[in-house]
């Protein structure tokens, strides 16, 4: 059993908008002490994960990339439009990326750095030359992307060939016509996005217990119940990242748009996302670790009891959006996550689920319990189920004290869920906070 979590980052893709993860990511490293085990991107994800996988101090790979997207990241160039393009394969000259790519990104240090896998999809091939050939080579790999052709997920650990390596990472961020597709270890490759631009799969298959997002789109939509052995916290923009315009157009436009004021706008907007997101969960990235001796320990707990299937883990993200979000609606403070209540609520939800019983233990906070038909609510839903005092006392919800003391007095929550097969269990505790 591994005595610390593995910590993934997941990068998505969106051109230009990559400077609000450099934001972001600043936060993360400069106030949490974030540093993550692995990292996965697509696109312009997989361009900011080899620089921030290639150093190794994490915070000096953030202030680099930060560097980079500050000083080094010039329009004109990144957007040099060929002028023969109506013979070449790509709108756009390559050169300029290619070069900062290496200038930055050594390929010895990427391999040896920390964990990086970069997601491509696999393109068709065409021969027929110009752009024309380009035009409808995107055509036919958005077809087959539509039909359910799956991406490839590469370590970067596992690429020998150093041009493959940067290959790798060019093809990820290879915009169908605007940027030229690549060929690694013999396969042609185009831009990840095609296949999947949230690539939580590869840090999930590799075991790793808690995964931070960082989207580029306030509407990307993404579905952490695939993933249930992984606990997910996204950060996404509060504020649109997409320009005024129908389609394609402006989502091109926002993708394209590197201008020094937009990139100072999106960090901007990074940082106070990131805080937003995590302010209510982490005080300091220590707690990553004592949330994973915690699950340890409800692990260890649940092996002694035979007749126990497995436990789930819970999103603390979206317990406490649940909370909170009812709480803004009476005008209440915001309430935060306690990992001692959590432990204590977890070995109580053990014995319910076990006992199959419906009662309350003899702990001296405030306690809510939920039950019902396994797999038939999500935790959010059971706590809308409690979100107002005239639903509070029915035959599958119980509360051992008066809810105005949640209101007025609770400043810290602790949820955990079990499952006999059954039925789910949920246990709210609540206390109070006096430092």
């Not at 560097?67 to 000259?93: H, Q, S, Y």
């Not at 996204?234 to 004021?261: A, C, N, Q, V």
């Amino acid at each position: 059993m591994e005595t610390e979590p593995k910590i993934g980052l997941v990068l998505v893709g969106g051109g230009a908008k990559g400077a609000y993860q450099a934001g972001a990511i600043k936060y993360l490293s400069e106030k949490l002490k974030f540093v993550p085990n692995i990292i996965a991107g697509t696109s312009i994800g997989a361009l900011n994960g080899a620089i921030l996988a290639s150093h190794k101090s994490f915070p000096e790979a953030v202030k680099r990339l930060n560097d980079i997207w500050d000083t080094k990241i010039d329009k004109r160039k990144i957007l040099d439009i060929d002028p023969w393009f109506p013979i070449k394969t790509a709108v756009i000259k390559p050169e300029f990326i290619e070069n900062l790519l290496r200038e930055n990104v050594q390929a010895n240090a990427l391999r040896n750095g920390i964990e990086l896998w970069v997601t491509v999809f696999p393109s068709i091939k065409i021969n027929v030359l110009g752009i024309g050939g380009s035009a409808i080579q995107a055509l036919g790999n958005f077809v087959i992307a539509s039909a359910g052709k799956k991406p490839h997920w590469h370590s970067v650990k596992n690429i020998a060939n150093e041009q493959d390596l940067y290959n790798l990472i060019l093809a990820s961020a290879a915009i169908p016509v605007a940027f030229p597709t690549r060929t690694v270890e013999g396969q042609l490759y185009c831009d990840g996005f095609l296949g999947d631009n949230i690539p939580v799969k590869p840090l999930a298959v590799r075991g790793c217990k808690y995964v931070i997002v960082i989207h580029l789109c306030d509407k990307e939509i993404f579905d952490s119940s695939k993933f249930p052995d992984t606990a997910i916290i996204e950060i996404r923009p509060t504020k649109p990242t997409t320009k005024s315009g129908s389609g394609i157009i402006g989502s091109l436009s926002s993708m394209l748009d590197f201008s020094h004021k937009r990139i100072e706008e999106l960090k901007e907007c990074g940082e106070k996302d990131a805080q937003y997101f995590t302010e209510y969960i982490f005080d300091k990235l220590e707690i990553w670790k004592k949330w994973h001796e915690s699950h340890e320990k409800m692990l260890a707990s649940a092996e002694r009891f035979q007749q126990l299937s497995k436990l789930k883990l819970i999103n603390i993200q979206n317990v406490l959006i649940a909370h909170n979000q009812n709480r803004e609606i009476r005008n209440l403070p915001s309430i935060k996550w306690s990992f001692q209540l959590a432990e204590s609520a977890q070995e109580w939800a053990n014995h319910l689920a076990l006992n199959n019983s419906f009662q309350h233990s003899s702990t001296q906070n405030i306690e809510i319990i939920w039950v019902g038909a396994t797999g038939t609510h999500s935790k959010s839903k059971m706590i809308e189920f409690w979100g107002s005092q005239q639903k509070i006392c029915s035959d599958n919800i119980s509360i051992n004290g008066s809810w105005q003391d949640i209101c007025t007095q609770a400043n810290e929550v602790g949820c955990a869920l079990a499952t006999n097969g059954a039925n789910d269990y949920l246990v709210c505790q609540y206390g109070v906070d006096i430092a």
